[in-house]
């Protein structure tokens, strides 16, 4: 039987990571790769969609990355999608298959994928968004008899930054898949939509009660994303988001990742709307 | 109560048991005060500065001292530690836990407040094994404030210028002796060996009551507002000019946090030896004044004003800890204001907040007749 990772923490140090290797290495985009990483013996990572694990270059620090492998295909292995974008990022993307990195997690509360059955569901991704939201889609297309819909409405800046394009093709020939893509910006060769993510959503007919929004971006991205969801008529409840910080500890001590009150790596990093919409640091 | 009697001549022999099984941390003068004084002005001597260092002996200790520039919480939580080494890139890694026996000596009750604050913060959910360690191998001797420290303490309106529920001795001076509570095992652990001491009589009884009744006249209450009542100014503060104010004063310069006694933010920092596999990690304080403080990779920053950062910890101290703690997170120490540069005081901060509202509701109760 596999022990989950979380577990080993609490004999020793909660800051103590855990030695694992990289097992593969895939480029996505110029700048982002996916890093498959193996935990030792028998540990598995045991996470819910939208958790987040701190991973640590030894001798060059540590930084969060949300899971972007679904629990439903991890089987000792994880995935990460990082973008290159500091010094911790820098490093890893250095590495290669058999290189050590440190793992601590997984943290935070991710999506209760259990409440959303029989529910249709859109998701909505922006950018590196769409990271987190994979680990989600993966784990409903694996049950996919459990949910209603399905419809995914991905934008990234340029066609070049898309990532998981050959998932976006498996999804869009998929007929219990509803796929739209669309870049901010096109290039010569771009035949798909062009304009921003919320441009998609009004073309979109939802059946607004019975509809959950999922959606994660960059903090601009939000403001307008939920104006256009709250507009269908879908609940503030109903509409879920994952709040980025930069959560040094993972376990509610170091103080990064406030929200007002609230602490991201702890009450987060997926807030339903209706928790953090009076939360004037939030958004 | 269980009071013991120890007359003041005694601590000498009580450090010394105590530096033989302890390592014993107390109030001292800070030594190399190198205060250049400005020619001609010789108004001012340089104020003697106090600092909670370990004791070389009863000599070093200054148990009426009025405060110290930092609080003990950097016993338990160094400005840099430890948390582990590691080699071979990570394959072998050692787990640094100091689990020193410690005393400290002279804890004013505020500082005893605090270390309780911190207790919470450390050991809920996730326990911080550092911060544990330490705290499980220390023992707390505090002592009871007789006359306030300083104009910018606030003790009495946070409730914390008497002991807490949970202490582990408590000192009383009584004039030539000192009244000593036993407040757990760990407490009466340290009165092992001690040969002056006695059991109180109903003499030592009266005089431990007028002293301590004494106390409440000298102390003043320096808050408008009731304790109980400042969460709820605070959220209807939000939005105030007075955090705009604060923002256009304010340095940015973290000498608050670093003072305070319930502050414990940190970051954690990597540092690799020359041969690039090995190295260790460390846990430094860190400071939400600070900018980047609440920023992500890609830049953006979540607080990016002084007015916000100022705002967050003011929150943070009265609003959110108060409400997720039900313990206020500042314990009225005063250092933060002893210490700004610009002369942010928290009572100012908080009486004009209060003011304002007063004024709001007045105007307002004129208009209703």
Avoid at chain 2, 319 to 348: H, M, T, W
Wanted: glycine share 8%; proline share 5%.
């Amino acid at each position: 039987m596999s022990l989950p990772l979380i577990e080993t923490f609490s004999t020793t140090s909660a800051y103590l990571p855990l030695v694992a290797r990289i097992a593969d290495v895939r480029p996505l985009t110029q700048l982002e790769k996916l890093f498959t990483i193996e935990l030792p013996g028998d540990l598995s990572l045991k996470h819910a969609p939208g958790q987040f694990v701190e991973l640590s270059v030894f001798g060059v620090g540590e930084a969060p990355f949300s899971i972007s492998s679904s629990p439903s295909r991890s089987n000792g292995t994880f995935e990460l999608c990082v973008r290159q974008a500091g010094q911790v990022t820098d490093a890893l993307h250095a590495l290669g298959p058999g290189d050590a990195v440190g793992v601590r997690g997984p943290f935070g509360r991710g999506f209760p994928v259990r409440r959303f059955r029989g529910k249709d569901l859109l998701f909505l991704p922006g950018g590196l968004g769409l990271a987190p939201l994979r680990s989600l889609i993966n784990q409903v297309l694996d049950e996919r008899s459990n949910y209603g819909r399905v419809i995914i409405l991905y934008g990234a800046r340029h066609p070049s930054e898309l990532l998981f394009q050959d998932e976006l093709t498996l999804w869009s020939a998929r007929e219990d898949v509803e796929v739209q893509v669309t870049v901010d910006r096109s290039d010569g060769n771009w035949q798909g939509h062009v304009g921003v993510i919320t441009t998609l959503i009004p073309e979109v007919q939802l059946y607004a009660p019975n509809t959950v929004a999922f959606t994660v971006g960059p903090p601009v991205m939000y403001r307008f994303v939920l104006v256009e969801l709250l507009g269908k008529g879908i609940r503030e409840g109903n509409i879920w988001l994952s709040l980025e910080r930069r959560m040094k500890c993972g376990i509610g001590k170091c103080g990064h990742c406030q929200i007002n009150h609230l602490y991201t790596c702890l009450d987060g990093p997926c807030f339903p709307y209706a928790q953090i919409k009076r939360l004037e640091e939030a958004l | 109560m269980n009071l013991q009697v120890l007359p003041k001549g005694a601590l000498v022999e009580w450090i010394e048991l105590l530096s033989a099984r302890y390592r014993v941390i107390g109030p001292k003068r800070k030594q190399e005060v190198v205060q250049q004084q400005p020619a001609g002005d010789t108004q001012q001597p340089p104020r003697e500065q106090y600092i909670f260092g370990e004791l070389q002996g009863a000599h070093e200790l200054e148990l009426s001292y009025p405060s110290t520039i930092l609080p003990p919480k950097k016993v338990f939580l160094p400005q840099k530690e430890e948390l582990f080494s590691f080699k071979d890139n990570g394959h072998q890694v050692d787990l640094q836990l100091d689990e020193r026996r410690t005393v400290i000596f002279g804890i004013h009750t505020c500082d005893l407040h605090a270390v309780l604050l911190l207790d919470q913060a450390f050991s809920q959910g996730a326990a911080d094994q550092h911060y544990m360690a330490r705290r499980a191998n220390t023992t707390l001797v505090s002592i009871e404030c007789l006359e306030p420290c300083s104009e910018n303490a606030f003790c009495k309106d946070m409730g914390t210028w008497i002991m807490p529920e949970t202490f582990d001795l408590h000192l009383t001076d009584l004039g030539h002796e000192y009244a000593l509570e036993i407040g757990s095992a760990k407490g009466s652990e340290l009165l092992q060996n001690l040969t002056n001491i006695r059991t109180a009589t109903e003499t030592d009884y009266w005089r431990f009551n007028q002293v301590i009744s004494a106390k409440w006249a000298r102390f003043p209450y320096r808050l408008e507002a009731d304790l109980s009542e400042l969460p709820s100014l605070l959220a209807i503060s939000y939005r105030s000019q007075v955090w705009e104010e604060l923002g256009q004063q304010c340095l940015g310069c973290g000498t608050c946090t670093a003072v305070c006694p319930t502050c414990y933010c940190f970051d954690v920092v990597d540092e690799v030896n020359f041969d690039l596999t090995s190295g260790k990690r460390f846990r430094v304080w860190d400071s939400c004044q600070f900018g980047q403080f609440a920023s992500v990779a890609g830049g953006h920053d979540f607080r990016n004003s002084r007015a916000a950062r100022l705002r967050h910890r003011f929150y943070h101290k009265f609003k959110y800890q108060s409400d997720s703690f039900g313990l206020a997170g500042c314990v009225g120490c005063g250092r933060c204001a002893e210490a700004c540069l610009v002369n942010i005081k928290p009572i100012d901060v908080i009486n004009k907040l209060h003011r304002k509202r007063v004024a709001v509701s007045g105007k307002r109760q004129e208009v209703m007749g």
